[in-house]
């Protein structure tokens, strides 16, 4: 069974597109950790709720941005 190109490029955009959004909460949260702002447990509560709903919008992002592209 062969994988159409599309498909490759939809999953590599959607790949790259959750990395960078679990980093910047990742970065966003870490922030508030250090001014006092948010504990520890803020923290990783709003970084599992970025990984949750990133798993949902980054397919579906990247769905229309390589959609768009071509």
Do not use: H, K, N, Q
Not at 6 to 11: M, P, Q
């Amino acid at each position: 069974m062969a994988v159409r190109p599309f498909v490759i490029g939809v999953v590599a955009v959607a790949a790259v597109l959750y990395v960078i959004g679990l980093s910047a909460v990742r970065w966003w949260t870490l922030g508030l950790f250090e001014r006092g702002v948010a504990d520890e447990r803020a923290a990783r509560d709003w970084y599992l709720l970025a990984a949750a709903l990133g798993m949902l919008i980054a397919p579906l992002l990247a769905f229309t941005l390589v959609s768009g592209l071509r």
